[in-house]
């Protein structure tokens, strides 16, 4: 029998829903980051911001009490940047995920010209660490005066992306400051990573987030360079489609695929958001004609809106003089009900992120 075609929307309408954003869920805060494995973190907000915009009934300090109480940490994982995990997830994962963290860490080293025993490099960080939390600054002040003549940054980097590092948190504000202290994960969580190669659950995991995908979005999402071979053994497993294109993709046996015409509410998406970065081909939820407004230098992914499933625009959050205002810059014209849709939901968005102001506003740019 020929693999069942999925349509653009039938696509978008599958991730929607794996992703929690057709409906608000009533789940546990660390089972909702299980599920979407785990959440881009580069801005300490964003994860709080992407809960609130999944979960019902979501607060701000019942992640934060979580984080301290250790069991959502916040450590270099997935491509290699910043995630907020699991504590579960952290010790499972990070030994499966070291291949793509030493590769960007040779990478780095390779076009600098470095030539230094990194194996020295990472003993003398980890006893360095092991003392007590340490800024990074610290980190490279210390590297920097046992190989002065060594460039910096690709220590830096490699002790990053080497040894099992979680951010230390503090009280209030998003949880974690711009200038963090990092300490063994080990010793934070007190378990020892796991030793064993736990490829098979991540990309299945993977799946039940993001799917149905091709090994190329598998690709995208993980940073193994080649998971095809993988992909074939694990078939008989797995459920196949085809896209409008006659891409094949996997999915899960047990994920039903919504109608196309699900309705799907506007909902908003803070920066660097994993839905917009974990396809190879993403115009299941960004149109291509607005890649470059999502899309921004230095790598940066903008906060943006779905209206109908889709990114149809940007937002962000200024709070002057204790005014705290939420401003929408759609991509195109939109409809009186998307935009008092929008209104309603942003209302009470920019009380969520400036809980301290006094005054609330939300408007359009256009």
Same mark, same amino acid.
């Given at each position: 029998m020929p693999d069942r075609i999925l349509t653009l929307r039938e696509l978008n309408r599958a991730t929607l829903a794996r992703q929690m954003l057709l409906k608000r869920e009533s789940i546990p805060i660390p089972a909702a980051i299980e599920r979407l494995v785990a959440m881009q973190a580069q801005l300490s907000s964003a994860p709080f911001v992407g809960l609130w915009t999944r979960l019902e009934n979501f607060k701000r300090e019942d992640l934060a009490q979580l984080i301290e109480n250790h069991a959502v940490v916040k450590?270099?994982?997935?491509?290699a940047t910043l995630h907020l995990v699991t504590a579960?997830?952290?010790?499972?994962?990070?030994?499966?995920?070291?291949?793509?963290?030493?590769?960007?860490? +040779?990478?780095?080293? $390779?076009? !600098?010209?470095?030539? %230094?025993?990194?194996?020295?490099?990472?003993?003398?960080?980890?006893?360095?660490?092991a003392a007590e939390p340490r800024t990074f600054a610290e980190i490279?002040?210390?590297?920097?005066?046992?190989?002065?003549?060594?460039?910096?940054?690709?220590?830096?980097?490699?002790?990053?992306?080497?040894?099992?590092?979680?951010?230390?948190p503090v009280s209030g504000g998003w949880s974690f400051p711009g200038n963090?202290?990092?300490?063994?994960a080990e010793s934070w969580l007190g378990k020892s990573v796991s030793d064993d190669e736990n490829l098979k659950t991540l990309i299945f995991r993977y799946l039940a987030a993001f799917g149905p995908a091709s090994v190329t979005d598998m690709q995208t999402w993980s940073?193994?360079?080649?998971?095809? +071979?993988?992909?074939? $053994?694990? !078939?008989?497993?797995? %459920?196949?489609?085809?896209d409008e294109r006659k891409r094949e993709l996997f999915g899960l046996p047990d994920m039903p695929i919504p109608d196309a015409d699900s309705p799907a509410p506007e909902r908003f998406l803070p920066e660097f958001d994993n839905?917009?970065?974990?396809?190879?081909?993403?115009?299941?939820?960004?149109?291509?004609?607005?890649?470059?407004?999502?899309?921004?230098p230095g790598l940066r992914v903008a906060a943006t809106f779905l209206v109908d499933g889709f990114v149809r625009g940007a937002w962000k959050v200024e709070n002057k003089k204790k005014v705290a205002t939420l401003t929408l810059d759609p991509f195109d014209s939109l409809t009186k009900q998307n935009r008092d849709a929008l209104t309603e939901e942003a209302e009470r968005l920019v009380r969520f992120v400036e809980p301290e102001a006094k005054t609330f506003e939300v408007k359009f740019a256009d």
């Open positions: 450590a270099t994982m997935i491509r579960d997830d952290f010790l499972r994962f990070r030994t499966t995920l070291q291949p793509i963290l030493s590769g960007a860490s +040779e990478s780095i080293t $390779k076009s !600098r010209g470095v030539e %230094v025993d990194m194996n020295a490099v990472i003993a003398a960080a980890k006893e360095f660490i490279s002040a210390m590297l920097t005066e046992k190989w002065p003549d060594v460039d910096v940054g690709s220590m830096r980097y490699t002790v990053r992306t080497t040894l099992p590092l979680v951010q230390v963090p202290k990092f300490t063994l940073g193994f360079p080649k998971l095809k +071979e993988a992909v074939e $053994k694990w !078939r008989p497993e797995l %459920v196949t489609y085809r839905l917009l970065l974990s396809h190879d081909k993403r115009t299941r939820v960004v149109a291509d004609e607005y890649r470059k407004k999502v899309y921004l």
